[in-house]
């Protein structure tokens, strides 16, 4: 072990408590970022970061992204860059996070306070956003902290980019990441982001390639506002009829997608990717227990991490406007919205899927022969990612797991989507890793979300010895 790791681990290990009361004062911060009265929550949720970063002792700055397109009364939460050791002499390893989350209510179905970090006796911290991504975020903090306590020498020189809307889109983004790789990002020698998940719960992963998501709204209107639908069922074209309508022609129930032309723009499976399948340590059963049920598709690991990783999928979200309280009541809604997803893999083009999706929709809703009006959009897009793992990055990553767990670690992909990776990639010309901290229990995007104490605390060391073996890898390795 480098020397320098075990006082830094000793370290984490005796503010794991205060580490998880940071974690408990950024879970209670609602930073929900598609939720438009939450928004002073974002910007409370990048000061709270900003604030901690300072005290911290990095250079830090909130930079603005302007007004939110299509929604110009709102302002963007900002951008949290810092900076952390300014030493020529040292490699400089930039890392991304998010520190926005996705909606959560009590009335979904928690059992406990989303916004109230709530330990259960088996050290699972449950809280909207503990895995998705402020765990991970706060993580990098507590490397530092633990360095500073420790009087260990930080090995690299830390960049950090945090932003506030990547569950929306990661909207603006993108121009301001070209934008800094030649400025505040220009000394970066590699990518680092901790934002998604390990395969099962004992083994850690390094992951290489991302799936996209393409986001789509099927509004559908007619009648000038909500009817009983005694008085006029049977006699009106009803919104929610036309969108179910639709909908059903999109996917089936073994997850084929219907689109016409869809899955020929995805890259067909090669031999000797077909022979990485094999060899992952997966189970039906690490399946099972993620999914909370036995009600998979697949009946083999193989086709199950394929149909996850290079096989796209479309999902169906929900219906704004429509009825959804408990209780029987007998309305017919007016205006109905409609929210699908699709996850896209190599070689699938954003403007392609678009054209097909919406030529698909409107042959379709041609053929309904109603009165009412349907449109589709796309509410956003991002682009999958597949890189090589032959890379220093990935080299110290490697090294840094078996110390800190004692086993190799998976190499694996994701089924979701971290837009912003392959602009890192394309804007700084550098390696990008993820290096997830969360198993794949946690139920991120769900009810229930959670983080595990051993993922948290294990996870800070895990991300504080990658940088130490950073320093260390020669540079054409
Ligand atoms: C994997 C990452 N933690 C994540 O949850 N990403 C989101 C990104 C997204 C795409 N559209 C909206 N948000 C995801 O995969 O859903
Ligand atoms: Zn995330
Ligand atoms: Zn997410």
């Not at 970063?53 to 900002?78: D, N, S, T």
């Not at 020529?88 to 979904?108: M, S």
């Not at 340590?281 to 394929?306: C, F, P, Q, V, W």
Request: charged content about 25%; hydrophobic content about 35%.
């Amino acid at each position: 072990m480098a020397p320098q790791l075990e006082p830094f681990f000793k370290q984490v290990d005796d503010l794991s408590g205060a580490f998880i009361e940071r974690l408990r004062a950024a879970v209670a911060i609602p930073s929900v970022s598609a939720d438009e009265e939450r928004r002073p929550d974002v910007f409370k949720m990048g000061a709270f970061l900003a604030s901690e970063l300072e005290r911290l002792g990095a250079e830090v700055h909130q930079r603005p992204l302007g007004k939110q397109p299509g929604k110009e009364h709102l302002e963007l939460p900002p951008v949290v860059i810092a900076r952390y050791g300014n030493d020529p002499n040292k490699r400089t390893i930039l890392v991304y996070g998010h520190y926005d989350v996705q909606p959560a209510l009590k009335e979904d179905g928690w059992a406990t306070e989303p916004f109230e970090l709530t330990v259960d006796e088996k050290d699972r911290m449950y809280g909207r956003g503990s895995t998705d991504d402020k765990g991970p975020v706060l993580g990098w903090l507590n490397v530092i902290e633990a360095h500073q306590k420790a009087g260990v020498d930080f090995p690299v020189n830390l960049l950090c980019c945090f932003e506030g809307m990547e569950e929306y889109g990661s909207e603006g983004l993108e121009d301001f990441i070209y934008a800094e790789s030649k400025k505040f990002f220009k000394d970066a020698d590699a990518v680092c982001i901790s934002d998604n998940y390990w395969l099962g719960t004992e083994k850690p992963c390094l992951t290489y390639g991302l799936r996209g998501c393409n986001y789509y709204a099927i509004t559908v209107s007619g009648p000038g506002q909500d009817l009983h639908s005694g008085v006029f069922g049977g006699s009106a074209h009803e919104p929610m009829t036309d969108l179910v309508t639709i909908f059903s022609k999109l996917v089936d129930s073994q997850g084929n997608i219907l689109i016409p032309g869809l899955m020929d723009l995805v890259a067909p499976v090669t031999e000797e990717e077909s022979k990485l399948y094999p060899t992952i340590s997966y189970s039906m059963d690490n399946l099972h227990e993620s999914l909370g049920s036995e009600t998979s598709i697949h009946a083999t690991k193989e086709r199950t991490l394929m149909a996850r990783w290079r096989y796209p999928s479309l999902s169906i979200h929900g219906v704004e406007g429509a009825f959804s309280a408990p209780g029987a009541k007998t309305v017919i809604p007016a205006k109905v919205v409609g929210k699908f997803s699709i996850r896209t893999v190599p070689n699938m083009e954003s403007e392609d899927v678009t054209r097909l999706v919406k030529d698909f929709i409107n042959s379709e809703a041609a053929k309904l022969n109603s009165k009412n009006k349907l449109d589709v959009s796309l509410m956003h897009d991002g682009k999958w990612w597949v890189s090589s793992p032959k890379h220093w990055n990935f080299s110290a990553a490697n090294k840094a797991v078996k110390q800190v767990f004692g086993v190799d670690p998976d190499m694996t992909r994701e089924g979701g989507s971290i837009p912003i990776t392959l602009t890192f990639e394309q804007a700084t010309g550098k390696n990008v890793l993820l290096l997830p901290m969360g198993s794949s229990t946690d139920a991120a995007h769900s009810i229930n979300e959670k983080l595990d104490k051993r993922n948290y605390i294990e996870g800070t060391k895990l991300l504080g010895a990658y940088l130490h073996y950073v320093a260390e890898e020669p540079v054409n390795a």
